[in-house]
């Protein structure tokens, strides 16, 4: 029988957990500290075809990331839980210059050909804008596609933690640090947790892995960004209300049951701060206030707070400790984490029930980010 810890209750973690309790070999116990979770303050966007970013393994593990989703959703209802933190959704793309919407357009007609779940990908005329959003003006343009989908993080979470405790998985929420690391074992204990021992590890904290690992006199390049994201209570059907993901880093993602999320900030100067401030979304709501003019003078209901992990040249990477291979880690996934994080957690998780891999681990090299301090 293997015991294997998991260290961070986010997207990765939570969804290895799930999968680590599924094997009746592996004992799993999470240790989710949750305070500043980038998953648990986010309402996350699944739609990764149209970024323009040229990092070709990026954009393989995100895309497959997205596709993920629906092998992920099968085992859960399999399991007994048909999860509603996740709803595909009708999404716009919004471009302020006509020409940058129909280069973009050609480069989603291009991944189309590996992405099954682009269906539908046109530009839509202003009538059509219009006759969802009958106020608004747009001086922009819209590509429109049935590939999106949204994810409420929090949500998600919590349905794979019932599932991985239905499994038999244990779940502690405290901060835990990592006492002693041998060959083959590994010791862990926190503010409220005795010295456990393990056969294997996943660490998972995101930003903080860095200082997971300090101790251990590991150098970790990660580095933490501030998000936050503002939440509307509305009147608004917003079931039927499309995805707008808005010219630069934000967007207007409307939810269940009334709720809209706009943000999110992206603030990298701010640490681990955790402290609400408006000002990083001003412009955001200033768009929102355009699409819905009658939510204006409203303020928002709830401001979500995370923070998100980075590598210095923004390329995320997850695998095992080259001179401990029965630990592995995963970071750097900034804020596309809701969209590859749960086909990474997958990965690790069966690196341990029958070392079965899916994606080219080879394309994301712990060494590059993580390595022993001289």
């Known amino acids: 029988m ?43 966007i699944i739609c990764p075809w149209f970024s323009k970013r040229r990092n070709k393994p990026w954009y393989r ?3 497959q990331g997205a596709h993920f989703y629906l092998d992920l959703l099968q085992d859960m209802a399999a399991d007994g839980l048909q999860t509603k933190a996740y ?13 940058l919407a129909h280069d973009l357009l050609k480069v989603g ?3 189309q050909e590996n992405a099954p779940l682009i269906q539908q990908l046109e530009i839509i005329s202003t ?3 219009q006759s969802v959003f009958p106020n608004l003006n747009p001086d922009f343009h819209v590509i429109e596609t049935d590939a999106g989908a949204i994810i409420d993080g929090e949500q998600f979470c919590h349905d794979l933690q019932q599932l991985a405790v239905n499994n038999g998985a244990q779940i502690i929420e405290d901060q835990v640090a990592i006492r002693h690391l041998s060959a083959n074992s590994v010791q862990i204990s926190g503010h409220h947790t005795e010295r456990q021992d393990f056969s294997g590890a996943i660490l998972v904290t995101g930003a903080w892995l860095a200082e997971l690992l300090e101790p251990l006199d590991y150098h970790v390049d990660v580095r933490p960004q501030k998000g936050q994201l503002a939440v509307y209570q509305t009147t608004y059907p917003t079931d039927q209300l499309p995805l707008i993901m808005l010219d630069g880093e934000g967007d207007i993602i409307p939810h269940q049951q009334g709720q809209i999320f706009v943000g ?5 100067d701010k640490g681990f701060d955790l402290t609400e401030d408006m000002s990083p979304l001003t412009e955001l709501i200033d768009e929102f206030d355009r699409f819905f003019p009658t939510m204006a003078d409203i303020k928002p209901d709830q401001i979500k707070i995370g923070t998100r992990a980075y590598t210095s040249d923004y390329a995320p990477f997850f695998g095992h400790l080259s001179d401990a291979p029965h630990i592995t880690v995963a970071s750097g996934l900034g804020s596309s984490g809701l969209t590859s994080g749960p086909l990474i957690g997958y990965e690790l998780a069966h690196s341990y029930i029958d070392g079965q891999t899916t994606i080219n681990w080879d394309d994301y090299p712990v060494e590059n980010y993580i390595s022993k301090k001289r």
């Not at 959704?89 to 302020?96: A, F, G, P, Q, S």
Request: net charge positive; proline share 1%.
């Open 264 to 268: 999110a900030s992206h603030e990298d």
């Open 87 to 99: 709803q595909k959704k009708t999404t716009w793309i919004v471009k302020k210059k006509e020409k």
């Open 109 to 111: 007609h291009k991944r």
């Open 2 to 44: 293997k015991n294997i810890a998991v260290i961070g209750g986010g997207i990765v973690g939570s969804t290895a957990a799930y999968y680590l309790s599924k094997d009746p070999n592996i004992n799993v116990t999470l240790f989710d500290y949750q305070k500043g979770q980038a998953t648990k303050a986010a309402a996350g």
């Open 61 to 63: 593990l995100s895309n």
């Open 127 to 129: 009538e059509q804008i």
